[in-house]
C-alpha cells in the first residue's frame, strides 16, 4: 500500500512537469540508444540504460540535478515500454544537492551511485558550500531513502565529497573531485559535455587545498550515467549542438617547391563552430600526390605561428594520419580559428614528386557537434619536392644541467641547455621553439618559462605556464645563425609547487624537433634534427624539495620591556618559514623561561594568531608543574615566511607573582616542540631552528607628564588667534601595557597685572601622525574640548580640558602635544602669561588601555613666559639686493629700479595696505610702475605684480587685505619695476634721472597688525634706492675676446689691448670725438725693468677697421715700473661712431721695442673712479651731440685688458 502511494506521488509529480512537453515525437524503440530518456502515453520519464532497461526518477527534484528540461525526451508505444524491464530508481546526481529525509535529524552530500557522507555541522556546511549552503537541500521522501546507502563517514571540512564541482576564489577553473583530488575541467565546452551546470560548481575557502589529478577534457560515459553503472555495458555520450564547418582558407598555400629534408604548409583550413560551443578531438589527413606513403614525416597540424597542436606521425599504409588534439580543441559559439596542416620531406626523396593533404569526408573530423559540413574534400594545393641541398639545422644537449633539488618558492631554474648548429651550405633562421613538460610536476607546479639566449646573454620571452596541452611556445624569435655558426640556449623556469616531483622540459617529440627553422639562402623550411639522439631533455630532472620546516625569532618580535597584568599581551613573534611544499603543522610547543617571581600558571589563553591577525591554535594555558603551553590545533604553514604571533593573558594566579619582579621569556624549539608533514606528499617533517625572544618584565601601568620649553620666550600682540602657548611630552617609557588619557590640568601664571581670562578658546592638539596641522606644526589632531580661563588678577590659575578622543600613548614611546589658545583683543600690554601643565599629583588622568588600572601621574617642567604687546612693528629699509645705479633707454620694460625690504616683528604678522613711491630723480623717466612682492598670502604667483601705477612724481599703490602679509619674526622684499619713458632728447633730455624713494617709512608704508587689528607703521625717514640715468643710447664697455693675451710682442707698433663698445640697445648713435670734448681715460700697469723709452714708448688708438683715433700719447715715463693713469683717448685724429644695434672696437697699440727682458709685463685697463674718465655723446635728432660722463656706471667694477709679459 506505500509502494503505490509513493509511486502516485511520483507519477502526479511528472504529469505536472510533462506538460511543458507534450510535443515530444515518437520513435521505434529500435532506434533507442542507452543514456536516452523515454515516455509512453503516460506522463513518467525513464531513462534508458546501458543494459536496456529502465530507471526511474522518484521525484522531479532528483531528475533536475541530472537535466535542465524534458526538450530531449523520446516518446515510445505503451507495448515497446512494457517489453524494457523496470530495473530501479535514479538517485540524485553526485555533488548537486544536500539531501535529508524528514524522520532523520541530519544532512548528507550526495556520491557517486547513491553512497551517502554525512555533513557533521553547521559549521562545516557553511565551510563546504557557503552561507547559502541550506538552499542546496532537497527532501527525500522515506520511501525512497532505501535508494541511498550511508557510508557512515562524515566530512569535518577539510575536503569535499566525491562527485563534487569546485573552484577557488580568484580563478576560473573549475575542478571535478575524484580519488581524493581534484581534476580540472578543462573547458566549458567539457563542462556542458558532462551534462554539469555552473550553478553546480561551489567556491572552496582557501584553507582547503588538494592535489591536482589528470584533467578531464572530454564527455566521459561514467560520469553522463544516470543509471551510476545499474546497467552493464557504457552509457553513449551524448552528443552536442550545433554544425561544424570545415573550410579550405582563401589563402591556403600555393603550389610551391619543397626542398628534400624541409618543411612546409600543404593546407590552410578553418573550422567554424555555428550554433554552440563544441570541441574537436581528431582530424583524419589523406595524402594526395604522386607520392609514396614513406616520402612524408612529422605531420601535425599548427596555429598560424607554427605550433604543433595535434601529435606528429607519419602516414599508415592507407595514406592517411590521424591527427589527435589532446586535450580537445574548444571553439566557442560563433568562433573561426585557422589552422596549418604541416609535413616534412624525407631525406632521399627524388626530385618531381609531388605531395598534397586532404581533410577527405566530413566522417574524418571527430566533433562534439551534431553535424559537420563542409565542401569536402578540403584540398590543399600539390607541392613538388625538388632535389636541392639547403641548409641543416643540428640540436644537441649543450652541458649538463645537475638536480640542483629546487624548493617551491624557487626562481629561475634552469632546467634544461641546448645548442643550434646551422650547416656549412647557409645560414638559417630560427622562428619558433616549442618545449613539452616532462617530469612528473603537474602543469601548474611551475612557472615562468623562460628560453635565455646564453650566445646574447639575453631573455628572448617569458611564458606564464604551460598550454593544457603541456607546451609553452617562443614565437618571433627570428634568430639568425649564420652558416658553420652555433647558437646556445637555456630553458629557466619557477617552481611554485609539487614536492617530491620532478620536473623538465623536452625538445624533441618522438623523432621531431619542435622547432621552426628556415633557410635565409633558398627560403625553405628546414626539418632540425637530433643527430645525436639526445632525445631534448635537460640531462637531469630537477626533483622539487620535500617539505622543510624552521623557525627562528622575527625582527617584528617585541623588544625587551615590559607587559601588563591583562589579556592579549604580546610575548613574541616567530618567522615560521614552509620550503619544498605547505607543511601542515599538528603541534606547536613554547616554553617559558622565567625570572623573578612569576611562574608557568601565570599565562592563560595563550594564542597563536597569523599575520593579518586571525587565530591559528589556541587559545592554551601554561600550568605552574610545566612552565611550556603546547598547542595541539591543526595549521597550515604556506610556502615561504610567514610571521606568528604568539599572546597570552598574563593573570597572577597567587596573588604575589608579580610582586618580585616577574620576567618571561618565550622559546620555541622547533625539533622537540614542533610536529609536522608535508600536504602534498604526507611526508613527516622534522622542523629545524631556535626561537628565543626577548625577556618581558610584568609592570603596572605607568605614565610621565613634562611641559617643555618650547615655543620660546616671546611678545605676542593682543588679539593673537589659534597660537601655541606651551607643549607637552606624554611618556609611556616604564608602563607595562599602553595608556589612555582623558584629562589634563593646565596652569596660567599670571604676573604684571594680567588675567588668565585674557586666554580664550584653549585647546590641547597632539602629534598623532605625519600630517601637518594647518597652522604648519606637526600637531595635527585636536584631542580636547575648547575651555577658556575664567580666573582674574595675577598669580596661578588652573583649567581642567578634558579630552573628546582619548590619547593613547603606546608603551615605551610617547606623544608630543600643545596648547593652543586666542589672546584677548583686551589684553594689556605687558602682561605675562605662563602656561604648564598643573605640577600637583593627579593633574592628568590616566588610565592603562588593557587592566584600566589608574597611572599616578605627576607633571613636570615650566613653559615659556609670553608678554602681551600691543602690536607689533614694521621696519623699512632698502635692500641689499637692490639695484646700482644704471643706465636705462628708451622704452625699456619692466626694468627693475628698487627692492625695499619691510620686516616685522615676532608680535604678530602685519598685512600690506597701502604703499607711495617717491621720484627724486627728474619725475618724467617712467611710463608705468609694477610692484611685486617675494611672498604672497593670496597664493597669487609672485612673478604677478600685487600692484602697478602710471609713473609721476610720487604714487601710491593700494593693497588688497590679504594680498601681502608680512611674517611675524620675518620680511618681505617690495621689487619695484618701470617701463621707461620714450627719450627723445626735448622732452624728456639724455641725463634724466630716476630716484624711486619711500619718502617717510611713517606714512608711506601703511599695514594692519593681523592679531591686533592696529595700524603698523615704520619710523619717520626717507628711504631712497639708487639715482638711475636715462638715455637714448647706452654704451656697454667689455674686453673684447679678440684682445691679445700671453707674450708680449716686440715692436714699434704692438697691439697690447682691445675693448668693444656696443650700442645693442639703443635709439640714436653713440659718437664720441675731439669737437663735442670726448675722451676715454686709459690706465697702464706692469714691470718694465730694462726699458728705456728714450723719447718715450708710445701708445697708438685705432677704431676696428684700423683708423686712427689719437697718437698723441708719446711721452710715458716708465722708469723701473709702469704705473701711467691719464693715458687719455681723447679722439683728436679721428671720430669714434658707434652705430644704432651696431658695435665699435677701440684697439690700443705701444712701442714696445725695448720689452725684451724677461720679466717685463704690461696691461691696459679702465678705471671706474671717476664719472668723467668715459665722456661721451649721442647724435640726438634735436640738434648736436650731447656728452654724458658715465664711467662710474658703464666701467663698474673696472675692465682690463688681459696681462701681456716677457
Known amino acids: 500500500m506505500k509502494k503505490v502511494l509513493v509511486m502516485s506521488v511520483v507519477l502526479a509529480t511528472l504529469v505536472w512537469t510533462m506538460g511543458l512537453a507534450t510535443f515530444i515525437p515518437a520513435v521505434s524503440a529500435a532506434t533507442l540508444t542507452a543514456g536516452d530518456l523515454i515516455k509512453g502515453s503516460g506522463s513518467a520519464v525513464y531513462f534508458y540504460a546501458a543494459d536496456g532497461k529502465r530507471y526511474t526518477f522518484p521525484t522531479l527534484s532528483t531528475y533536475m540535478t541530472w537535466y535542465a528540461d524534458f526538450s530531449t525526451v523520446k516518446t515510445i508505444t505503451d507495448s515497446e515500454m512494457a517489453a524494457i524491464s523496470l530495473a530501479g530508481n535514479v538517485v540524485v546526481r553526485p555533488g548537486t544537492k544536500l539531501i535529508k529525509i524528514d524522520t532523520v535529524p541530519k544532512v548528507f552530500a550526495v556520491e557517486p551511485k547513491g553512497k551517502l557522507v554525512w555533513v557533521a555541522?553547521?559549521?562545516?556546511?557553511?565551510?563546504?558550500?557557503?552561507?547559502?549552503?541550506?538552499?542546496?537541500?532537497?527532501?527525500?521522501?522515506?520511501?525512497?531513502?532505501?535508494?541511498?546507502?550511508?557510508?557512515?563517514?562524515?566530512?569535518?571540512?577539510?575536503?569535499?565529497?566525491?562527485?563534487?564541482?569546485?573552484?577557488?576564489?580568484?580563478?576560473?577553473?573549475?575542478?571535478?573531485?575524484?580519488?581524493?583530488?581534484?581534476?580540472?575541467?578543462?573547458?566549458?565546452?567539457?563542462?556542458?559535455?558532462?551534462?554539469?551546470?555552473?550553478?553546480?560548481?561551489?567556491?572552496?575557502?582557501?584553507?582547503?587545498?588538494?592535489?591536482?589529478?589528470?584533467?578531464i577534457t572530454a564527455a566521459v560515459a561514467t560520469l553522463v550515467d544516470v543509471s551510476q553503472g545499474g546497467g552493464a555495458g557504457s552509457v553513449v555520450v551524448p552528443t552536442g549542438a550545433g554544425t561544424l564547418t570545415v573550410a579550405l582558407a582563401g589563402d591556403t598555400p600555393a603550389a610551391s617547391p619543397v626542398a628534400v629534408s624541409g618543411t612546409a604548409n600543404f593546407v590552410k583550413f578553418g573550422l567554424t563552430a555555428n550554433g554552440a560551443a563544441m570541441t574537436v578531438s581528431k582530424i583524419l589527413i589523406t595524402k594526395g600526390g604522386y607520392s609514396g606513403t614513406g616520402d612524408v614525416e612529422n605531420i601535425k597540424i599548427t596555429d598560424l605561428s607554427g605550433v604543433g597542436l595535434t601529435n606528429s606521425t607519419s602516414l599508415n599504409t592507407n595514406g592517411t594520419a590521424n591527427l589527435t588534439f589532446s586535450p580537445a580543441l574548444s571553439l566557442a559559439a560563433g568562433e573561426t580559428r585557422y589552422f596549418y596542416v604541416k609535413s616534412g620531406i624525407v631525406a632521399g626523396v627524388s626530385s618531381g614528386v609531388t605531395v598534397s593533404f586532404a581533410i577527405a569526408a566530413s566522417s574524418d573530423v571527430t566533433s562534439s557537434a551534431a553535424t559537420v559540413a563542409g565542401n569536402f574534400p578540403v584540398l590543399g594545393n600539390a607541392m613538388s619536392v625538388v632535389a636541392v641541398t639547403i641548409g641543416t639545422a643540428k640540436v644537441y644537449t649543450d652541458g649538463t644541467v645537475t638536480d640542483t633539488t629546487p624548493d617551491s618558492g624557487d626562481n629561475n631554474v634552469i632546467i634544461n641547455k641546448f645548442r643550434v648548429e646551422a650547416g656549412t651550405t647557409e645560414a638559417i633562421t630560427i622562428e619558433s621553439i616549442t618545449l613539452m613538460e616532462a617530469g612528473t610536476a603537474g602543469l601548474s607546479d611551475v612557472k615562468n618559462l623562460e628560453l635565455w639566449s646564453v650566445t646574447q646573454n639575453k631573455s628572448l620571452g617569458e611564458v606564464a605556464a604551460y598550454d593544457s596541452n603541456g607546451k609553452v611556445s617562443f614565437t618571433n624569435l627570428n634568430i639568425v645563425v649564420g652558416k658553420g655558426e652555433i647558437h646556445r640556449f637555456s630553458v629557466r623556469e619557477d617552481i611554485v609547487s609539487g614536492a617530491g616531483l620532478t620536473t623538465n622540459t623536452d625538445l624533441v617529440d618522438g623523432t621531431e624537433v619542435l622547432m621552426s627553422v628556415k633557410g635565409n639562402a633558398y627560403g625553405f623550411y628546414i626539418t632540425a634534427t637530433d643527430p645525436n639522439t639526445w632525445g631534448g631533455k635537460g640531462a637531469s630532472d630537477q626533483t622539487i624539495n620535500t617539505g622543510a620546516l624552521s623557525i627562528s625569532k622575527s625582527t617584528t618580535t617585541p623588544a625587551t620591556g615590559k607587559i601588563a597584568e591583562a589579556a592579549d599581551q604580546l610575548l613574541a613573534v616567530f618567522d615560521v618559514e614552509a620550503k619544498g611544499e605547505d607543511v601542515r603543522v599538528s603541534a606547536f610547543k613554547v616554553t617559558f623561561t622565567l625570572g623573578g617571581t612569576g611562574d608557568g600558571a601565570d599565562l592563560i589563553s595563550c594564542k597563536l594568531t597569523?599575520?593579518?591577525?586571525?587565530?591559528?591554535?589556541?587559545?592554551?594555558?601554561?600550568?605552574?608543574?610545566?612552565?611550556?603551553?603546547?598547542?595541539?590545533?591543526?595549521?597550515?604553514?604556506?610556502?615561504?615566511?610567514?610571521?606568528?604571533?604568539?599572546?597570552?593573558?598574563?593573570?597572577?594566579?597567587?596573588?604575589?607573582?608579580?610582586?618580585?619582579?616577574?620576567?618571561?621569556q618565550m622559546v620555541a624549539t622547533a625539533a622537540t616542540g614542533i610536529t609536522a608533514k608535508g600536504v602534498s606528499t604526507n611526508d613527516s617533517i622534522t622542523a629545524s631552528g631556535t626561537a628565543t625572544a626577548n625577556v618581558m618584565t610584568v609592570?603596572?601601568?605607568?605614565?610621565?607628564?613634562?611641559?617643555?620649553?618650547?615655543?620660546?620666550?616671546?611678545?605676542?600682540?593682543?588679539?593673537?588667534?589659534?597660537?601655541?602657548?606651551?607643549?607637552?611630552?606624554?611618556?609611556?617609557?616604564?608602563?607595562?601595557?599602553?595608556?589612555?588619557?582623558?584629562?589634563?590640568?593646565?596652569?596660567?601664571?599670571?604676573?604684571?597685572?594680567?588675567?588668565?581670562?585674557?586666554?580664550?578658546?584653549?585647546?590641547?592638539?597632539?602629534d598623532q601622525s605625519s600630517a601637518s596641522s594647518e597652522r604648519g606644526d606637526i600637531y595635527e589632531k585636536k584631542v580636547s574640548d575648547t575651555e577658556s580661563w575664567e580666573g582674574t588678577g595675577n598669580g596661578d590659575d588652573l583649567l581642567s580640558v578634558n579630552f573628546v578622543e582619548t590619547v593613547t600613548v603606546t608603551k615605551n614611546s610617547f606623544v608630543k602635544c600643545a596648547v593652543v589658545a586666542d589672546l584677548g583683543s583686551g589684553a594689556g600690554a605687558g602682561e605675562k602669561h605662563t602656561i604648564s601643565l598643573d605640577t600637583d599629583s593627579g593633574d592628568v588622568t590616566a588610565t592603562g588601555a588593557d587592566t584600566g588600572a589608574t597611572a599616578t601621574v605627576t607633571p613636570t617642567g615650566a613653559g615659556q613666559t609670553m608678554t602681551v604687546a600691543a602690536n607689533g612693528t614694521l621696519t623699512v629699509s632698502v635692500d641689499a639686493t637692490s639695484p646700482k645705479a644704471a643706465i636705462f633707454v628708451s622704452s625699456e620694460a619692466k626694468q627693475t629700479v628698487a627692492v625695499f625690504k619691510l620686516a616685522a616683528n615676532s608680535v604678530e604678522a602685519l598685512d600690506l595696505d597701502e604703499l607711495t613711491l617717491t621720484d627724486d630723480g627728474s619725475d618724467t623717466g617712467v611710463a608705468t610702475y609694477y610692484i611685486y612682492s617675494s611672498r604672497r598670502a593670496d597664493g597669487v604667483a609672485v612673478t604677478e605684480p600685487i600692484a602697478s601705477t602710471p609713473g609721476q612724481a610720487a604714487v601710491t599703490a593700494v593693497i588688497t587685505d590679504g594680498t601681502v602679509s608680512v611674517p611675524a619674526g620675518s620680511y618681505v622684499l617690495i621689487t619695484v619695476k618701470a617701463d621707461i619713458n620714450y627719450i627723445d632728447g626735448t622732452t624728456i633730455d639724455n641725463g634724466a634721472t630716476l630716484?624711486?624713494?619711500?619718502?617717510?617709512?611713517?606714512?608711506?608704508?601703511?599695514?594692519?597688525?593681523?592679531?591686533?587689528?592696529?595700524?603698523?607703521v615704520g619710523t619717520a625717514t626717507n628711504y631712497d634706492a639708487a639715482t638711475h640715468q636715462l638715455y637714448e643710447a647706452r654704451p656697454v664697455v667689455t674686453k673684447d675676446s679678440s684682445s691679445p693675451s700671453g707674450t708680449i710682442g716686440t715692436g714699434a707698433s704692438t697691439l697690447v689691448a682691445v675693448f668693444k663698445i656696443d650700442n645693442a640697445s639703443g635709439t640714436q648713435d653713440i659718437v664720441m670725438s675731439a669737437a663735442n670734448d670726448d675722451d676715454m681715460v686709459f690706465n697702464l700697469s706692469g714691470s718694465a725693468t730694462g726699458v728705456s723709452c728714450a723719447g718715450g714708448c708710445a701708445v697708438v688708438f685705432k677704431d676696428k677697421n684700423g683708423n686712427l683715433l689719437s697718437d698723441s700719447q708719446t711721452a710715458i715715463n716708465l722708469g723701473g715700473g709702469i704705473a701711467v693713469t691719464n693715458l687719455n683717448l681723447d679722439f683728436t685724429d679721428g671720430t669714434l661712431t658707434v652705430p644704432v644695434g651696431d658695435y665699435e672696437l677701440v684697439k690700443v697699440y705701444a712701442n714696445t721695442t725695448d720689452f725684451t727682458t724677461a720679466?717685463?709685463?704690461?696691461?691696459?685697463?679702465?678705471?671706474?673712479?671717476?664719472?668723467?674718465?668715459?665722456?661721451?655723446?649721442?647724435?640726438?635728432?634735436?640738434?648736436?651731440?650731447?656728452?654724458?660722463?658715465?664711467?662710474?656706471?658703464?666701467?663698474?667694477?673696472?675692465i682690463y685688458g688681459n696681462t701681456l709679459g716677457k
Not at 171 to 188: E, F, I, P, Q, R
Not at 705 to 728: D, E, H, K, R, Y
Not at 1005 to 1016: D, E, K, M, P, R
Not at 1177 to 1186: P, R, V
Open 121 to 215: 555541522s553547521e559549521a562545516v556546511a557553511n565551510t563546504l558550500y557557503g552561507a547559502d549552503w541550506a538552499k542546496k537541500i532537497v527532501t527525500i521522501p522515506d520511501g525512497f531513502w532505501t535508494n541511498y546507502t550511508d557510508s557512515g563517514l562524515s566530512l569535518s571540512g577539510t575536503t569535499y565529497p566525491e562527485g563534487q564541482l569546485v573552484k577557488w576564489a580568484g580563478s576560473t577553473n573549475v575542478y571535478y573531485v575524484t580519488g581524493g583530488k581534484k581534476a580540472l575541467v578543462s573547458s566549458d565546452a567539457v563542462l556542458a559535455a558532462n551534462m554539469w551546470k555552473a550553478g553546480d560548481v561551489v567556491t572552496a575557502p582557501a584553507s582547503i587545498i588538494m592535489v591536482d589529478g589528470t584533467a
Open 610 to 664: 597569523d599575520k593579518d591577525g586571525l587565530l591559528v591554535a589556541g587559545p592554551a594555558d601554561g600550568t605552574d608543574a610545566l612552565d611550556y603551553v603546547n598547542f595541539t590545533d591543526t595549521f597550515v604553514v604556506p610556502v615561504g615566511i610567514n610571521k606568528y604571533s604568539l599572546k597570552c593573558r598574563v593573570f597572577d594566579s597567587d596573588s604575589n607573582d608579580f610582586t618580585g619582579g616577574a620576567t618571561y
Open 699 to 766: 609592570a603596572t601601568v605607568a605614565l610621565t607628564a613634562t611641559t617643555l620649553g618650547t615655543p620660546a620666550a616671546q611678545s605676542v600682540a593682543a588679539g593673537t588667534a589659534n597660537m601655541i602657548w606651551s607643549t607637552f611630552t606624554l611618556d609611556a617609557a616604564n608602563s607595562g601595557e599602553n595608556v589612555n588619557v582623558t584629562n589634563v590640568v593646565l596652569e596660567d601664571t599670571v604676573t604684571v597685572a594680567g588675567n588668565a581670562e585674557d586666554i580664550d578658546n584653549v585647546e590641547v592638539w597632539c
Open 995 to 1016: 630716484e624711486v624713494t619711500v619718502a617717510d617709512g611713517s606714512t608711506d608704508v601703511l599695514t594692519t597688525g593681523l592679531s591686533s587689528g592696529a595700524a603698523v
Open 1159 to 1198: 720679466g717685463n709685463s704690461l696691461q691696459v685697463w679702465l678705471d671706474d673712479a671717476a664719472a668723467a674718465n668715459f665722456s661721451w655723446g649721442i647724435d640726438s635728432s634735436a640738434g648736436g651731440a650731447q656728452v654724458m660722463e658715465t664711467a662710474d656706471i658703464s666701467w663698474r667694477g673696472d
